[in-house]
């Protein structure tokens, strides 16, 4: 199937919808998800939807806000509560099924009070392929998946956008904070906050694809292999102890295998 072909795939579905609610996070994939809406169905009759909880970074929420501006789409701002919720709190690998069920429950009835029947998310294709319990928990809602159901991939979707000059074309990954936590170490606000200055400071010094993954009092610094040297130059590297101390962190180290997307899944067993 063409691009082209699989672009009037997605317009052909999303039209009967009239309306629509996207759970929104400002990545590439709900971003592209907004704009297509936006084309096909008019801002006034999408709203984008954004899960606002101590798991999402604050420059990610800044991001989304400026997309829905951009877009001219309102967004709704929805509190979440996961860490309320044990089964979420004791980060076993099920975790992203907690969450995304808590999350998509809380939106979808948001977005309901708002006129809103129709929820969607921007799951793609590739998603498919990947250890990601939080799509169990979108597909027992019944939460619609627009870009996987017309078979677009993540380079697809970065095709997309950039035809569009969307800004998030080109924008690495960026799941959750809980998500750089090590399974079985319980999800706190605090460590959440952990991770998040640890990886704005990296930023900051100019590192832009980057996890920090919290082992507890030891922080484990991924980047692309190719930026590993840089990392660990004298100057660079005593700020980076410096700071990460600062947040409590006893340990830091940085993996010599480069940055890898959803590394912590590498324990698991296959399924």
Known sequence: MTLQNKYEKLKKDLAPLQKLAVAFSGGTDSSFLLAAAVEILGPQN????IGISSSLPQYQLNLARQIARHLGVRLLEVPLSELDDPNYRANQADRCFHCKRHQMLTIRRQAA??????????SNLDDRDDYRPGSEAVAALGVLTPLADAQLTKEDIRTLSRQRNL???ELPASPCLAS???YGIEITEDKLRQVEQAEDFLRTLGFGVLRVRHHGRLARIEVPAGQIETLTEEACR???VDR???LGFQYITVDLQGFRSGSLNEILPER
């Open 113 to 122: 009070q708002e006129g809103f029947l129709h929820l969607a998310c921007g």
């Open 167 to 169: 800004p998030t074309a």
């Open 244 to 246: 990460f101390q600062s």
């Open 238 to 240: 005593r700020k980076i």
């Open 46 to 49: 999408v709203l984008a939807c």
């Open 180 to 182: 750089r936590i090590a």
